[in-house]
């Protein structure tokens, strides 16, 4: 049972342009969802989160829109730049699964091409 | 600032071998978790600690042990290792929200 899914398994872009990822959940007592960054050999590193009560929240380049109704959220990456090159997760939390446990989808591979 | 600190880094273990998975926090957070990390799977929960003394199961717990006996310490035993046991994983820790993890064990079972 699959309870966050990120359907792309990996997305590719140009330098300069959007990048655009997105995940899906199931559990409406989610209510805490959060974005993780992954380089090759190394632990995820925290990204960029979002409470149920916002519908958006930016930092810098990066920015995370909720949509509550569709239990659907999205990460953009303005502009993207080779460095962003990882793999992505999208984590929730809330409900039953509260106590700062986090439930992760299974990544998307971002590549931005020069 | 160490963060959070797993040992050994690279382990290859012969199926019925038994180790232990340390991992080390110094940021005095209450909350302790150990991921596996299996390729296109994400990151799946295999025990967590709420605080020194206190561990639940997560969605993976079978052919695993852990024990925290002190705020800082998470130790991941496998006993009896199987090939399906052949892995990343991934120690975190947090006081509340965001998890911050170690940089991760991998593990090869033969």
């Known amino acids: 049972d699959q309870q966050v899914k990120q359907n792309s398994p990996s997305l590719s872009v140009q330098e300069g342009r959007i990048s655009i990822l997105n995940c899906d959940y199931t559990?409406?007592?989610?209510?805490?969802f959060l974005w993780y960054k992954k380089y090759p050999a190394e632990g995820p590193t925290f990204l960029i989160s979002?409470?149920?009560?916002?519908d958006k929240n930016e930092d810098g380049r990066f920015t995370v829109f909720l949509n509550k109704s569709a239990k659907h959220l999205s990460l953009h990456i303005v502009p993207s730049q080779p460095g962003d090159s990882a793999v992505y997760f999208c984590?929730?939390?809330?409900?039953?699964?509260?106590?700062?446990?986090?439930?992760f989808g299974e990544g998307t591979q971002l590549t931005v091409n020069p | 600032n160490a963060g959070v600190t797993q040992t050994p880094k690279f382990r290859i273990l012969k199926i019925g071998q038994s180790m232990t998975l340390q991992c080390a926090q110094d940021m005095n957070h209450n909350y302790m978790y150990w991921y596996r990390q299996d390729p296109g799977m994400g990151l799946k929960l295999i025990y967590y600690?709420?605080?020194?003394?206190?561990?639940d199961k997560g969605e993976v717990p079978n052919g695993y042990n852990v024990s925290r006996s002190t705020t800082e310490d998470f130790p991941l035993r496998l006993e009896l290792a199987a090939p399906s046991q052949t892995s990343v994983y991934f120690c975190a820790s947090t006081s509340q929200g965001e998890l911050f993890f170690g940089e991760g064990s991998r593990l090869t079972v033969l």
């Open positions: 979002i409470s149920s009560i916002k």
């Open positions: 600690s709420v605080g020194a003394g206190i561990t």
């Open positions: 559990n409406s007592m989610f209510d805490y």
């Open positions: 984590a929730a939390s809330g409900g039953e699964t509260s106590g700062s446990r986090l439930t």
